[in-house]
């Protein structure tokens, strides 16, 4: 199928093709018609899949075909994290280049005033973190009361980070009349509640399953011993010639160590978490991007939302506690259908983290023992003896995991983060 099927203005389809993009995925061929009529939309798809352009394109679509002269905000995208707002307004200001609407993003850890200079100056398409509007909205330097379309982008993620009250605080602020979108890559009861209650008949659309990101990628687990994790890291990437390799760290601290240590061995490398500031993500990842550092260690929750254009491979330093984690990371790589490789460095002491994950993806990940880092210690294949819950957090917190929240420590997370004024309490995803 081809682009121009689909209805879009040929200024969109200007940008498709400056964009290089040959053929509409799959959640674009399915939700840009939808979206052009102006109906609801109920979208099962993750990020990886085009799902940012499956949203902006119809709406910069139907935003220049009933132009106002009265600029206004008139598209407003709520996503999770920075840095995706940094993304999605990209890809508006990307898909928009010929034409002439304001794109803003608004997210906190930046100065406030600034964003209140810019919104002043009239925008057209706010793209925002939940805590960060909600500001603006309470200062009231920003009025939403002429919305057309709303977006909820990663909705699961937004409820898996604590955002659903502020969600539901925002959502008064919005006309009851306008044209609903909601994204969401797995749909838990409180997404389906909030889905019932803010959309108006939608299409329901579901592009693949959570899991079928880790189809693409080619899986590969390294058993070495976990004092030689490192030398290994450092041997791949100088041995298999990796110049861009985006490595997940199950801490801040670990992050940081292993970023050092690779420096000192005079390998590029860069720490992305929620300990820096957004100044320094901002720029570790614009290195990262550029390819002026090779290697990115990052932590689980800072890397969500990362898209970096053909990225070809990312390393799991420690395997995630949480199996689905495993999924986000590696679908950092193989993205809107590119190859992709995910290597894991497993230990002995992973065996049954390993084994969750295998369990989750339904098949086994091929091992290969890299020669001259023979484990000492193999890595069992057995099912593992006690097979309780999930590992939970361990209580130290300054050494302790930088995890995401879908786990199921999720609720007692909620429970006393919600204790806090949400508008006040910090969120460094
Ligand atoms: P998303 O799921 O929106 O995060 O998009 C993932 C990646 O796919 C981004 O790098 C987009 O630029 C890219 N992309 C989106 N649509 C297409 C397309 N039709 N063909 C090729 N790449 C695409």
Same mark, same amino acid.
């Given at each position: 199928?081809?682009?121009?099927?689909?209805?879009?203005?040929?200024?969109?389809?200007?940008?498709?093709?400056?964009?290089?993009?040959?053929?509409?995925?799959?959640?674009?061929?399915?939700?840009?018609?939808?979206?052009?009529?102006?109906?609801?939309?109920?979208?099962?798809?993750?990020?990886?899949?085009?799902?940012?352009?499956? #949203?902006?394109?119809?709406?910069?679509?139907?935003?220049?075909?009933?132009?106002?002269?009265?600029?206004?905000?008139?598209?407003?995208?709520?996503?999770?994290?920075?840095?995706?707002?940094?993304?999605?307004?990209? @890809? #508006?200001?990307?898909?928009?280049?010929?034409?002439?609407?304001?794109?803003?993003?608004?997210?906190?850890?930046?100065?406030?005033?600034?964003?209140?200079?810019?919104?002043?100056?009239?925008?057209?398409?706010?793209?925002?973190?939940?805590?960060?509007?909600?500001?603006? %909205?309470?200062?009231?330097?920003?009025?939403?009361?002429?919305?057309?379309? #709303?977006?909820?982008?990663?909705?699961?993620?937004?409820?898996?980070?604590?955002?659903?009250?502020?969600?539901?605080?925002?959502?008064?602020?919005?006309?009851?009349?306008?044209?609903?979108?909601?994204? @969401?890559?797995?749909?838990?009861?409180?997404?389906?509640?909030?889905?019932?209650?803010?959309?108006?008949?939608?299409?329901?659309?579901?592009?693949?399953?959570?899991?079928?990101?880790?189809?693409?990628?080619?899986?590969?687990?390294?058993?070495?011993?976990?004092?030689?994790?490192?030398?290994?890291?450092?041997?791949?990437?100088?041995?298999?010639?990796? #110049?861009?390799?985006?490595?997940?760290?199950?801490?801040?601290?670990?992050?940081?160590?292993?970023?050092?240590?690779?420096?000192?061995?005079?390998?590029?490398?860069?720490?992305?978490?929620?300990?820096?500031?957004?100044?320094?993500?901002?720029?570790?990842?614009?290195?990262?991007?550029?390819?002026?550092?090779?290697?990115?260690?990052?932590?689980?929750?800072?890397?969500?939302?990362?898209?970096?254009?053909?990225?070809?491979?990312?390393?799991?330093?420690?395997?995630?506690?949480?199996?689905?984690?495993?999924?986000?990371?590696?679908?950092?790589?193989?993205?809107?259908?590119?190859?992709?490789?995910?290597?894991?460095?497993?230990?002995?002491?992973?065996?049954? %983290?390993?084994?969750?994950?295998?369990?989750?993806?339904?098949?086994?990940?091929?091992?290969?023992?890299?020669?001259?880092?023979?484990?000492?210690?193999?890595?069992?294949?057995?099912?593992?003896?006690?097979?309780?819950?999930?590992?939970?957090?361990?209580?130290?917190?300054?050494?302790?995991?930088?995890?995401? /929240?879908?786990?199921?420590?999720?609720?007692?997370?909620?429970?006393?983060?919600?204790? /806090?004024?949400?508008?006040? @309490?910090? /969120?460094?995803?």
């Amino acid at each position: 199928m081809s682009f121009n099927k689909l209805g879009l203005s040929s200024a969109l389809l200007k940008s498709i093709q400056a964009k290089g993009y040959s053929e509409p995925s799959e959640i674009q061929q399915e939700a840009i018609p939808e979206i052009l009529k102006g109906n609801d939309i109920l979208a099962g798809a993750q990020t990886g899949t085009g799902k940012t352009a499956a #949203f902006a394109l119809p709406i910069l679509h139907r935003l220049q075909n009933a132009e106002s002269k009265r600029r206004r905000v008139r598209v407003l995208v709520l996503v999770p994290t920075r840095e995706l707002a940094s993304q999605v307004g990209e @890809s #508006f200001r990307d898909y928009g280049s010929n034409l002439r609407f304001r794109v803003s993003v608004l997210y906190g850890g930046v100065s406030i005033n600034t964003q209140i200079d810019k919104i002043r100056k009239g925008v057209d398409i706010v793209v925002a973190t939940p805590g960060r509007l909600l500001d603006h %909205l309470n200062q009231k330097t920003l009025n939403l009361s002429e919305l057309e379309t #709303f977006v909820l982008d990663e909705a699961d993620r937004m409820l898996d980070m604590g955002f659903i009250r502020d969600i539901k605080r925002i959502l008064k602020y919005l006309p009851d009349e306008k044209q609903n979108l909601l994204f @969401s890559a797995t749909f838990p009861n409180e997404i389906k509640t909030l889905a019932d209650s803010l959309l108006n008949a939608p299409k329901r659309i579901q592009v693949r399953s959570s899991n079928s990101t880790a189809e693409k990628v080619v899986q590969v687990v390294y058993p070495v011993d976990k004092a030689r994790k490192r030398e290994l890291l450092a041997h791949c990437i100088r041995e298999e010639g990796w #110049f861009q390799v985006l490595v997940f760290s199950r801490t801040k601290h670990g992050a940081n160590k292993l970023a050092q240590q690779l420096s000192k061995e005079g390998i590029d490398a860069d720490a992305f978490h929620g300990n820096k500031s957004q100044a320094q993500r901002t720029r570790a990842l614009k290195d990262f991007k550029d390819s002026k550092t090779q290697v990115l260690v990052a932590t689980d929750i800072a890397a969500r939302g990362i898209d970096i254009n053909l990225l070809p491979q990312v390393v799991n330093f420690d395997l995630p506690y949480v199996p689905e984690d495993y999924i986000h990371r590696i679908g950092r790589t193989a993205r809107a259908g590119q190859e992709g490789k995910a290597i894991s460095l497993v230990s002995a002491d992973e065996h049954k %983290l390993l084994f969750d994950i295998e369990k989750l993806l339904n098949s086994p990940i091929p091992r290969k023992t890299i020669e001259g880092f023979e484990p000492t210690q193999n890595l069992s294949t057995e099912a593992p003896k006690s097979r309780g819950s999930r590992r939970r957090k361990p209580s130290n917190r300054s050494k302790g995991p930088e995890r995401s /929240r879908s786990s199921r420590g999720r609720s007692s997370f909620n429970k006393k983060r919600n204790k /806090r004024s949400p508008s006040k @309490s910090k /969120r460094r995803p």
